[in-house]
């Protein structure tokens, strides 16, 4: 069978689907790309051992029961919770403020500690929270033994995070630090909620983007498609990792190692975008060579997400000519065949075609310079990561499925 193009898909808008009554599921309303942080990344004194820290994260799907998922896979030693609490935050990350009579306390088995064990994860028991859609939600946490050298986290937050010596929920004198340790995703209890979720690296990760401003391009996908008729349960679920490569090397597992977990282990997930591969083409030595290593590690994503039921859409790699580093024609022509083969490819369910909406009017092969961030070619500003998303929900939105609202 031939796959549907995004624009035969246009057709499936004349007729709505409808999801059918089934039973509830945890899906990710929130979730985070995982790696042993680099040293520079790490916290900063006075560390994470016997003190606090409270994260602020923004949400996508709304929810009234939920429950959070905390970190230690790439790390080395134990992580000690003695006590976490969630909160409804005053801002997106500008401030440590929390808004009052919101706090719960988070358990575990009916307790407030936990160790989590090197290379393992934890989840928290469910509790009843009502959860808006695109809320602003402080995760506090007093930790007793805790590495601040070898520790799991995302160094690429956008976000501001909170360290204050021992234990407490006083943060006014606490120390700033732009980065996600332990935390890794929090989950709703939903009967129609579904995920997307997105393979990527620093362009998904959002740099250029606003610090403490949640506008990501996968952040404004999921604001779109909050407006939009019947998607409003479809979350979106950021795997952007700064520095990644879909083979090897880069910043992080790559994606050919991470994506079992990335990819099929987030809570609901029904769709997944690739959108990877501009690191290891900037580094190739042969382009086409390198694109079908690409091609192989995509057709073998989407034949597993095919058995699984998960629809796979592919993500056009963006331009990068102007880049010193990356760019040289051997390259660009890698660039074209894996783009070619996400616009044919019958293993894949769609595509969305972001290299056109960002690319230069005048010349394809690089970026519109209005959304230049840096002059490095490579990355966007915050103009550029809106168009990116805004355009994302518009092509995407005919494939998913919609939920009917019922008088």
Sequence with gaps: MKKATFRLALLAMLAPCTICAKSAQWVGTWATAEQLVEPHNCPPAPGLGG??????????????????????????????????????ATTMGASSEIVENTTHAVLFGGQPSITIAPGEYVISDAFSYKLGREENIAITMHLGEASSTNITGHPGSRTTSYIAEGNTTDFSNAVKTDHW???????????????????????????????????RWTDVLAHNLGKMKGTEHISVLNMGLGGNCVIRGGLGAPASKRYPRDLFEQGGVK??????????????????????????????????????????????????????????????????????????SQYLDGYIDIAAAVC??????????????????????????????KYAAEQIYPLLDKVKKHK
């Design 360 to 389: 230069s009017a005048n010349d394809p092969e690089q970026m519109d310079t209005r959304y230049l961030f840096e002059n490095d070619y490579l990355h966007y500003n915050a103009d550029g990561y809106q168009v990116m998303g």
């Design 271 to 344: 769709y997944i975008i690739l959108f990877e591969g501009i690191n290891d083409l900037g580094g190739a030595r042969n382009g086409e060579q390198t694109a079908a290593q690409i091609i192989n590690i995509f057709t073998q994503i989407a034949q597993e997400a095919k058995e699984k039921g998960i629809k796979v859409f592919g993500a056009t790699v963006a331009p990068f000519k102007g880049n010193r580093g990356y760019y040289n024609e051997d390259r660009e022509h890698g660039r074209q065949v894996l783009n070619d083969w996400i616009k044919t």
């Design 181 to 215: 340790y332990i935390i890794n995703a929090i989950e709703v209890y939903s009967k129609t909620g579904q995920a997307i979720v997105v393979l990527g690296n620093s362009i998904t990760d959002g740099r250029g983007t606003t610090t403490n401003g949640q506008n």
């Design 51 to 88: 003190n606090s820290i409270r994260q602020i994260v923004h949400t996508s799907i709304s929810g009234n029961k939920i429950r959070l998922k905390f970190s230690n896979e790439f790390s080395q030693g134990p992580v000690e919770i003695k006590a976490v609490e969630i909160a409804k």
